[in-house]
């Protein structure tokens, strides 16, 4: 197995998958609903989104275990509609395992090759070089009772390769697994990935896995994607107070607000928040209509509120009390309720925080750049975002 072959006899680069208006109903209720995308030739591309919420379904679709009831599907411009799953030159990784027990590793990695009818030399070639990507070369003879859980997830995702496909497809291969395991076989996997140069779409509903790991990220919400892109701007430049929410944790205020003049203030319950000129561009404000400000907790800073201090100037200064101090190992959460009644937060790295000398119930003042908030639009699509403030301390 090497890095320019594919399951057709043709190039690593091949393994494009397009998406055109897919939808698939149970009933009346949608599943998937019109998803559309273009996934490059050797691209990692993560569907990240909360059970229920289609991602699973669209990677059955592709994969051939559950038909489209509108859309198309194509890889490298062949419509897949009616090529069944072993024809579709598709590998797969369950979370599960899915490993048969009566086989050892290298049966069970061999088993794509002999439904393919290659010769027993191809066989014994290709799974030799399957367990060397996976680093288990001395794992064949061992059945799965005998290996560890991260061990059968690297047999089960050699035996989805061993075959060669153009396009590899993992759906939560890791959730059974421990944090610490997890983030060694996220960094198999990445390797993997690199080595083969195959496409690859991985399902997950945890944004951290995610983040390391994807080229792009398809966020889903009720059977949509909300927005897709990359890790860095989908958590800094989120297009909707749902992907905001979703991607990390966030401070949130709420409209009515009123926009000055400038364009770059706006008047919120008797403060100032000062947002950048070109995110009031991005989304223009009548006064009083529905929006919301999301301000990352990275981005703030803490200071003592000395009694008739000014918290007027440059950057966004709102008074608060201290409620609590979490500390987390590399950082600390401060979570401070806004005179407002708004609950916020900050999060310092422990190696440069000086603000441990906080205590709980003291008067601080929370800080942040006007290029830090985030303008949004706060319509009736944001399911979670009228709870947010109301669950952030309990969430901690």
Request: charged share 25%; hydrophobic share 40%; proline share 4%.
């Amino acid at each position: 197995m090497t890095a320019t072959a594919s399951s057709e006899g043709g190039a690593a680069a091949r393994g494009s998958l397009v998406l055109n208006g897919v939808t698939k109903k149970y009933g009346e209720q949608r599943a998937v609903d019109g998803i559309s995308m273009e996934i490059a030739a050797g691209e990692f591309v993560t569907l990240l989104g909360s059970s229920g919420s289609g991602k699973t379904t669209t990677l059955n679709i592709v994969a051939g275990f559950a038909q489209a009831d509108e859309g198309e599907v194509q890889l490298d411009g062949r419509e897949l509609s009616g090529v069944p799953a072993h024809k579709r030159g598709v590998g797969m990784v369950f979370q599960s395992y899915a490993l048969f027990p009566h086989m050892t590793a290298g049966e069970n990695i061999a088993f794509p090759l002999k439904m393919r009818g290659a010769s027993r030399g191809t066989i014994a070639e290709k799974v030799r070089e399957a367990l060397t990507i996976v680093r288990l070369e001395e794992y064949a003879s061992r059945y799965p009772r005998q290996l560890s859980g991260g061990q059968q997830q690297r047999i089960a995702l050699a035996r989805a390769i061993v075959f060669e496909p153009r396009l590899l497809l993992m759906d939560e291969p890791l959730g059974a697994l421990d944090k610490k395991l997890r983030e060694v076989l996220q960094l198999e996997i990445m390797r993997i990935h690199r080595e083969l140069g195959v496409t690859f779409v991985y399902v997950t509903h945890d944004q951290e896995e995610a983040l390391v790991m994807s080229d792009r990220i398809a966020i889903y919400h009720d059977g949509r994607i909300e927005q897709i892109g990359k890790a860095e701007e989908l958590y800094e430049s989120p297009a909707s107070l749902f992907v905001a929410n979703f991607m990390g944790d966030s401070t949130i205020f709420r409209g009515p607000f009123h926009p000055t003049a400038d364009g770059g203030e706006l008047r919120w319950k008797g403060h100032d928040l000062r947002v950048s000129k070109e995110t009031c561009a991005r989304v223009p404000l009548q006064s009083g209509a529905a929006a919301a400000v999301v301000v990352r907790p990275e981005r703030t800073k803490l200071r003592r509120l000395a009694s008739g201090d000014d918290v007027s100037g440059d950057q966004n200064r709102l008074p608060g009390v201290l409620r609590e101090v979490i500390y987390l190992g590399s950082i600390r959460k401060y979570m401070i309720e806004l005179d407002g009644g708004e609950v916020a937060q900050a999060r310092v790295s422990v190696a440069e925080d000086d603000s441990h000398r906080f205590a709980t119930g003291d008067r601080v003042c929370l800080e942040w750049p006007a290029s830090a908030s985030r303008l949004l639009p706060d319509g009736p699509s944001d399911p979670i975002g009228d709870a947010a403030a109301d669950l952030v301390l309990d969430a901690a």
